[in-house]
């Protein structure tokens, strides 16, 4: 995208682009709803995976950290049912870990990307970073 004043689209310092959209992950641990909050005051959301080109993306840069990240999904609303929290959309490009998502104890209704970039559902209240995404 180019404006006639700012050139090609940039991201704002610590942000690293890919395709039209800007992406920041976090140093801070958040649970989840912090994190969606943390990202929201920012003008972003957690981050949502709508194509193989982008979940290529966060896997690679996510690989650098040797961390996991939070996204933007849930079945907090219906268990099984997993969406994008801000879009309200069906998740329809993952990258479940072998046996995930499992509910353990009934209680892991939020979206990790695991440290080896294989997604796990976790308890929304774990701790741990995040990722935001932005137009």
């Known amino acids: 995208m180019y404006s006639k004043f700012s050139g090609p689209l940039q991201c704002q310092n ?7 959209n800007c992406y920041f992950f ?14 929201g005051s920012y ?24 961390s996991s990240f939070l996204l ?9 049912d997993w969406i994008w929290s ?9 990258d479940w870990d072998v046996g995930e998502p499992t509910n353990s104890n009934g209680e892991e209704h939020c979206l990790q990307m695991s440290s080896n970039t294989k997604w796990n559902d976790v ?10 995404e932005k137009k």
């Open 123 to 132: 308890p929304c209240i774990h701790q741990t970073r995040f990722i935001c």
């Open 72 to 80: 933007g999904g849930s079945d907090i609303e219906k268990e099984g």
């Open 14 to 20: 610590g942000w690293f682009k890919n395709e039209n």
């Open 43 to 66: 003008g972003s959301m957690l981050a949502e995976v709508i194509s193989s080109g982008e979940l290529d993306f966060l896997k690679t840069k996510a690989t650098g950290y040797a």
């Open 86 to 94: 801000t879009s309200q959309t069906d998740i329809t490009v993952s």
């Open 26 to 39: 976090s140093n801070d641990k958040r649970n989840w709803n912090d994190a969606k909050s943390i990202c």
